[in-house]
């Protein structure tokens, strides 16, 4: 997909996203989930692949819970640097809104094999529509699969938690695993508003 709509979308003299640039990690593939209250609060979830993150937007968050099958729409291909992103968006740009870190960390093909090995495991995931991985996260940690919808618009996918060790069984809210005091929640508390689904 490349970083060309990512740029194309945004405009750099008024919001502090980073540029699109292609940059690839020195030894661990990375992720991160970024909490994203922009015209609707989401999550934005992105794995790095070829220089870039690969990116879907997940309306109510990932779940560690095997039964859950959260849509996952997928986005354009975002900057490796955007892994550290967090911030507020002006009002008028793209994505206009506030941006914070809701979990990061590394990841790889379900063997854990060696970066290259794994990109090249991942890569034949995603343009098979079956991409299956491992995270190593604070929150969301164990094995994982994107799975493309067939007849569907061709961004739509389902993030879901294969069950394993770290699998739970009770209800998983991702909004219950914030901190009160981040910046979303303060605005949301200062616009009388719940965070909750």
Known sequence: MGLTLYNKKRNFEETTEPTGKVKKSVSKLV???QRHKASQLHYDFRLELDGVLKSWAVPKGPSMNPKDKRLAMMVEDHPYD???FKGTIPEGNYGAGIVEIWDSGTYSDIENSVKEVAEKNLRAGLKSGDLKFRLFG??????FVLVKLK?????SWLLIKHRD????DEEYNSEE???GDSPINKWLAENDKTSKK
């Open 31 to 33: 992720f991160v989930v």
């Open 82 to 84: 955007y892994k550290d």
């Open 138 to 143: 604070k929150k969301l940690k164990g094995e």
């Open 151 to 155: 007849n569907k618009a061709d961004n």
């Open 165 to 168: 060790e770290l699998a739970v």
């Open 177 to 179: 695993y914030t901190n």
